[in-house]
């Protein structure tokens, strides 16, 4: 069994997020904690520790949509399977997320050669499928390897990459894919991008159409995926189970691929 690693560290001072959004860590090693810890006990100096160590901590101030992380459904919108039930549903937070999703055999389709700010369409999705010879099956965890992954944490980062149309999305959704991802920062094409195609339409359907696509059938989504070069189109399985967080549109997860599972 091998296990290929599809997260991202999660580390402040690299180009991974909008600036008003980046992650900040702030490290305390062994030296910086030792009057913090020997006050837990009456009596003990910081000579008592052994080699006057403390513990190492860190203090995070994040979004549960920093790292590598899955969308629940209600970061999509607050209703869901419009398509599947009459009105909908409430959308799914993250812990309500089935967990049977969140292990299944992946599939990964190559769009590295799309340009950046592209759409990709259903019909890009069905060719990449008879490419690699393969047909969907309900529940597989379907990943996209954009140009995005090779730029994680440089300056071109979030306007990097392809992204999924709303018809490509429901196409995979309508197959039974209920998890999704990509190595980009968003599922969407990079927001850069959008938006001069907005300025020319102004129409607001163009703007997180592949999100939206919740709307009509529930699912799920990880975002700045790692290493999706190193696997083959099949013959894996992926685990990305969320951190379990009350009510919350998404959980970090270390979301790995494993081979001969």
């Known amino acids: 069994m091998k296990i290929i690693d599809l997260s991202v560290a999660l580390e402040s001072g690299i180009h991974s997020d909008p600036p008003m959004m980046e992650p900040a860590i702030t490290y305390f090693n062994h030296t910086d904690t030792r009057t913090q810890m020997a006050g837990f006990f009456p009596g003990m100096t910081e000579?008592?520790?052994?080699?006057?160590?403390?513990?190492?901590?860190?203090?995070?101030?994040?979004?549960?949509?920093?790292?590598?992380?899955?969308?629940a459904p209600y970061h999509h919108h607050s209703r869901m399977d419009r398509a599947l039930v009459e009105g909908g549903r409430p959308a799914l937070t993250i812990d309500e997320v089935p967990l049977d999703w969140c292990f299944q055999p992946g599939v990964k389709l190559d769009f590295r050669a799309f340009p950046d700010g592209y759409l990709v369409t259903a019909a890009d999705v069905q060719t990449e499928l008879a490419r690699i010879g393969h047909s969907l099956s309900p529940l597989e965890i379907v990943v996209i390897n954009t140009a995005a992954g090779a730029a994680y944490g440089t300056p071109p980062y979030l306007d990097t990459g392809c992204g999924m149309s709303r018809e490509a999305t429901m196409f995979l959704l309508?197959?039974?894919?209920?998890?999704?991802g990509t190595d980009a920062w968003s599922?969407?094409?990079?927001?850069?991008?959008?938006?001069r195609r907005y300025a020319q339409s102004h129409d607001a359907s163009i703007i997180w159409e592949g999100h939206r696509?919740?709307?009509?059938i529930g699912y799920c989504h990880m975002e700045k995926l790692a290493n999706l070069d190193q696997l083959p189109p099949?013959?894996?399985?992926?685990?990305?189970?969320?951190?379990?967080?009350?009510?919350?549109?998404?959980?970090?997860?270390?979301?790995?691929?494993?081979?001969?599972?």
């Open 47 to 71: 000579s008592d520790l052994p080699d006057g160590d403390g513990w190492a901590v860190e203090m995070l101030q994040i979004s549960s949509h920093n790292g590598t992380h899955l969308d």
């Open 174 to 180: 309508e197959q039974g894919v209920r998890v999704t």
């Open 187 to 195: 599922w969407d094409a990079p927001f850069s991008h959008t938006a």
């Open 213 to 216: 696509a919740s709307m009509d």
């Open 234 to 261: 099949t013959g894996f399985r992926i685990s990305c189970f969320p951190y379990k967080i009350k009510r919350a549109s998404a959980g970090f997860v270390r979301a790995v691929a494993i081979m001969g599972a």
